[in-house]
């Protein structure tokens, strides 16, 4: 795929965003805003994040590890059982996810924005694939 369609992928997207510490859901916002894309949220608490990932239209998530000290993994579950890709932050790398979730794509805190540009069209990709 070209990279231009590759950018088509993002332009308009809605993506879910769960992160509790305010200058990483900033940031992500911004990256996010920079690609075309629509941010629903920030959840910032696992209780909002479950509602959302229920309830919202989005075509991607990217779901902080740990919130607020709760694990992810109710919301990334509702997200699985909607069929919808999504992609995990954390600081711990691709080590620290649990089963089944270890084949989903992660971005390492601190990322780029061309890491998460990469990592947001590969998840869509296979989504669509």
Known sequence: MSAEANDELLNGARVLVVED??????????MLLDFGCT?????????????????ETFEVAILDVNVAGEPIYPVAEAIARRDLPLV???????AGIREPFRDRP???????????KRTLISAISAARG
């Open 21 to 30: 510490e305010a200058a990483i859901s900033m940031l992500l916002e911004d």
């Open 88 to 94: 995990f932050s954390t600081g711990y790398g691709g």
């Open 106 to 116: 992660v971005v390492q805190k601190p990322f780029s924005q061309a890491d998460l």
């Open 39 to 55: 941010v629903v949220g920030p959840a910032a608490r696992l209780s909002t994040a479950l509602e959302m990932a229920e309830a």
